[in-house]
């Protein structure tokens, strides 16, 4: 459940917040659905995932013509109606799934996750029963078959967003009073389900989104004349169910290996932090990602928005690496198709820098150094990298670690010179061998660093 609702709206004469894009990082809501397989299991199927570290967003749908973000249609409250007329101009002359598989591999990612429909309706794939998609519409093609293909021959992970809920549906807002239009609205979400899960062969990654049952409603409830957002500890109680159980089996029976996050109400084999306010803290027990834009805005296309430096991208994706997670980086393409040719030139200059310095993030989890002023670590095998984002003055000075430290390098050429007496890790080094963004010393041990239980790091470090 991820309830962040602060943003008041109008809507059918009532004012009603809704969420916004950064909602913080909470449990994944309730799940009456058992899981079908042990820990261990899971671990294994999901070890490509964790390995992986890092994933590109792609959102993308008529919301790009507009440019105004992906909410446009409810932010502004545009009906239905005319909100439906983009896709009579949704021809995206540029579309070129290669070159999105190509811009996610230069940028070292490993994995691609695409909006196969969001909140507004419209489906980028074909529904047979659905006249809302682009092969029924202007565009006349499946891009989902493209972007599947082309990502699958770059030899990248293929993942698709989906959106149960659905703004066209008045049963999304009123579940109980409007409970043919909820019941009308399930039914497309499990036949949307089926197809994809059906068509496109092999699936890596199926990224719900809105899918939670106290998010019927934006989580509140009807009461008397008004809508009020139910506290967090309150869950929905009215009669309508996503029966999302069917959808489970079904997707464990399609595509077994096939790795989910938890918006919704499944066994989630990942939980999703949102934003750049919801990096959190370290967590090696429940995989999770961090969804973050490339731009300061919105996820789907809107021009102008600031694009990150490279410097933060960086310590996003070593943040989330050394408290043990994923960063899935967003970009919205433009109406015609294309990635914005300078969050392109970004995401090329992330995968220059993990040319260099991949080997501290790729296949590592994070720790035994817990993050602090300094920056963060990651281990792998008999290694420990230490991320030093931010060097005091002088010496840098850490607990000891409980293990041996046979030497001490900086990744990409450099010396690093340690002393572990004292019960302490002292480091030092040359002000001139320090790196801008990221410093990286690698500690050689004389055992894994796998197993080395976390360390605290006062915060003078
Ligand atoms: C949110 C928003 C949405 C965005 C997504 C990405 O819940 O509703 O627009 O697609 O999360 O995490």
Redesign the pocket.
């Known amino acids: 459940m ?1 309830p962040t609702l602060n943003l008041l709206v109008c809507v059918l004469g009532l004012h009603v917040l809704i ?1 916004t ?1 950064t ?1 913080a990082a909470t449990d994944s809501g309730p799940s009456a659905i058992a899981a079908t397989e042990s820990p261990a299991q899971r671990e294994a199927r999901i070890a490509w995932w964790r390995e992986a570290r890092f994933g590109l ?1 792609i ?1 993308w749908g008529l919301y790009a013509i507009p440019a105004r973000g ?2 446009v249609q409810w932010s502004e409250q545009i009906p239905v109606e005319e909100y439906a007329k983009l896709a009579d101009e949704f021809r995206p002359s540029q579309f070129n799934p290669d070159d999105w598989a190509a811009t996610a591999k230069a940028a070292g990612m490993k994995y691609v996750v695409l ?1 196969s429909r ?2 507004d309706g419209f489906a980028l794939f074909d529904d047979p029963q659905s006249d809302f998609t682009s092969v029924k519409t202007a565009a006349h093609r499946d891009f989902v078959a493209d972007y599947v293909k082309a990502v699958r021959a770059a030899g990248l992970r293929v993942g698709l ?1 989906y ?1 149960p809920l659905d703004w066209r549906f008045p049963g999304y807002i009123m579940p109980d009073v409007q409970r043919a239009s909820a019941e009308a609205m399930r039914a497309q979400y499990h036949r949307q389900m089926h197809e994809l899960l059906s068509n496109y062969g092999k699936l890596d990654l199926l990224w719900f ?2 899918g939670e049952t106290d998010w019927l409603s934006f989580g509140g409830d009807w009461k008397g004349p008004g809508w009020q957002k139910r506290p967090s500890d309150q869950h929905y109680r009215g009669g309508f169910s996503w029966q999302h159980e069917k959808v489970h089996e079904e997707l464990r029976r399609l595509q077994p290996d096939i790795v989910i996050n938890g ?1 919704a109400d499944m066994p989630e084999d990942f939980h ?1 932090r ?1 934003g750049a306010g919801a990096l959190g803290g370290y967590d090696s027990e429940h995989p999770w990602e961090l ?1 973050l834009t490339l731009v300061e805005g ?3 296309w809107q021009p102008d928005c600031k694009i990150r430096s490279l410097e933060t991208c960086v310590q996003f994706l070593v943040g989330a690496a050394g408290r043990d997670g994923n960063l899935l980086l ?1 970009v919205g393409p433009r109406p015609d198709g294309r990635i914005d040719p300078p969050q392109a030139q970004r995401l090329r200059e992330i995968g220059e820098w993990l040319k260099l310095n991949g080997e501290s993030v790729y296949g590592t989890r994070g720790g035994p150094y817990l993050p602090g002023t300094y920056g963060v670590s990651t281990r792998r095998a008999n290694i420990v990298y230490l991320h030093v984002l931010h060097w005091p003055t002088g010496k840098l000075v850490l607990p000891n670690l409980p293990a041996r430290v046979l030497a001490a390098s900086v990744l990409g050429g450099g010396e690093a010179k340690f002393n572990q007496d004292g019960g302490r890790l002292e480091l030092e080094m040359a002000p001139a061998q320090r790196r801008e963004i990221d410093t990286i010393v690698k500690l050689q041990l004389d055992r894994a660093a796998g197993p080395l239980p976390v360390i605290e790091v006062p915060t003078a470090n």
């Open positions: 991820r969420p894009q909602q967003f959102h992906e909410w909006t969001h909140h967003y959106s989104d809105g918006r999703s949102e969804c919105p996820w789907g967003n």
